[in-house]
């Protein structure tokens, strides 16, 4: 037999309804305070089985906002909105010390009113099935928001003491463009000549770091940087250094043999870069790249990027069955927290940047009211969030190699230095940016629970299903049409 629960009577707040038709001319603040008065004599809350309404004797009214079912003998309590409170015994667990007391009834009115405002109140209110008594946990501290306050300090503590003293510090020199190596896997420069050193990953506990994909190649990494206070790391893939090694023996193969006769020569002088051929299979199998070592360091360690989840992606620790202590900062998601738009705010703040970058003063104008929100928020691109926060443009020229160039297009020697140079550059902005945002979200969400869920969100394992595939065409489709129709 199910167990009966409780249900509101279809005539309950009749009498609010009531009053608030009568005088339709009364002020707001004279409605919240006739509803008020007119809950104080709310009818019973009927005792309802398989949805059939029972006989007033199936309750025990002890005051307006308490019943006890006589059926299961449970103490059932209201508030003055007719939502369904906890029951005594779990209530004594949850707020111990503390005693239940019914709210003034200003405070009663004014919640009304709002609710009344926004079309929300003498609605149906979900159904609850009676709780069998448990017994909660015991509360680390006095109160519930002491427990949550000293739980979320014990997840939290290392890794925002970390983050705290890396926004602090200050990164090296980045290396001059023609200091880099081109080895396989990582290098460390550090020193006052900055020189090259082999290393199997950064072993600091504070990085910040940033990856390059080539678009046509494949998801795989082709460059990484990283920095902290006492040194840089460049990754180059074991794949890219392969096809670059190969690509310069082909061009020594070529010019030798352009070398042998005159009609040979000719034709170099007409070649172009685009007619030289790699064999791509002797090369490892095409779009199949590496991961990222960066360490499965054994004591905490915090990692910042912009959109970092997209750099995790290709960190080949994320993917052991073995959680890592690696922890993950996003500066794109603390520049929402203190600095974001919402979705519908987007469009018109890139629509006002257009405006303000052509000097449409008619737009500007006509769409004066956003301007101060536009002076107090950008978009989340790495761009425009180093722009608003430190003041400074961002060379990201170098940026149109990796969305639609080629892999011959980096390996060359005028280009992969340079490219080396973009990633580091984007390393450091990060890094500056960090400084700005994080003390600043720390003063926005200074509860420790708030970076915790940060850094918790940052961990998740990471999805391998082709599932995860479709929806990422989904979202970059919709993105799309979203973006030429505000361009539009």
């Known amino acids: 037999m199910r167990t009966p629960t409780l249900t509101q009577s279809s005539k309950t707040y009749s009498t609010v309804k009531e009053t608030l038709v009568e005088d339709q001319k009364v002020s707001s603040q004279a409605k919240s305070k006739h509803i008020c008065q007119a809950l104080t004599t709310r009818p019973p809350v009927l005792l309802s089985g398989t949805g059939q309404v029972l006989a007033n004797n199936a309750i025990e009214l002890i005051s307006p906002y308490i019943l006890v079912t006589r059926l299961t003998r449970q103490v059932v309590r209201f508030n003055a909105v007719n939502v369904e409170m906890l029951p005594d015994w779990l209530y004594a667990q949850v707020f111990p010390n503390q005693v239940r007391d019914s709210p003034p009834h200003e405070r009663v009115s004014i919640s009304i009113h709002h609710l009344v405002q926004q079309g929300l109140y003498n609605k149906e209110t979900e159904e609850f099935p009676p709780i069998n008594y448990f017994n909660l946990p015991k509360l680390c501290g006095d109160s519930i928001a002491e427990h949550f306050w000293k739980i979320g300090e014990q997840q939290a503590y290392d890794s925002r003491e970390l983050a705290k003293r890396f926004a602090e510090s200050e990164l090296p020199d980045m290396p001059e463009e023609e200091k880099w190596v081109f080895n396989a896997g990582w290098t460390r420069y550090r020193g006052g000549d900055m020189s090259p050193e082999p290393v199997e990953y950064p072993e600091e506990s504070a990085l910040c770091f940033d990856v390059e994909t080539l678009l046509s190649d494949s998801d795989y990494a082709l460059i990484a940087c990283a920095a902290s206070p006492q040194a840089w790391y460049v990754w180059l893939s074991p794949r890219l250094i ?178 080396i140079t973009y990633c580091a550059r984007d390393v450091r902005a990060t890094h500056r940016v960090f400084k700005v945002v994080f003390p600043r979200f720390l003063e926005v969400c200074p509860h420790p629970v708030s970076f915790a869920g940060m850094i918790c969100m940052g961990n998740m394992f990471l999805t391998t299903n082709r599932g995860w595939d479709d929806y990422i065409e989904s979202a970059e489709s919709i993105y799309r049409k979203q973006l030429e129709s505000i361009e539009l």
């Open 242 to 419: 392969e096809y670059r090694d190969r690509y310069l023996k082909k061009m020594e193969s070529d010019e030798k043999t352009d070398c042998e006769s005159v009609r040979a020569t000719d034709q170099r002088k007409h070649k172009s870069d685009k007619d030289i051929e790699i064999d791509e299979t002797s090369c490892n199998e095409h779009k199949i790249g590496s991961l990222i070592p960066i360490g499965n360091c054994d004591k905490e360690r915090i990692i910042v990027g912009h959109n970092v989840g997209f750099d995790r992606a290709r960190i080949r620790e994320e993917y052991h069955r073995d959680k890592s202590c690696n922890r993950y900062l996003d500066t794109m998601a603390l520049h929402v927290a203190v600095s974001g738009l919402c979705t519908q705010q987007r469009p018109s703040w890139i629509k006002h940047k257009k405006a303000t970058e052509e000097n449409d003063t008619e737009y500007l104008s006509k769409k004066s009211d956003f301007q101060c929100v536009y002076d107090v928020s950008s978009i989340n691109n790495l761009r425009d969030v180093y722009k608003f926060h430190c003041q400074e443009e961002l060379n990201k020229s170098e940026r149109n190699l990796f969305v639609d160039g080629s892999l011959e297009d980096i390996v060359k020697d005028e280009n992969l230095p340079r490219l």
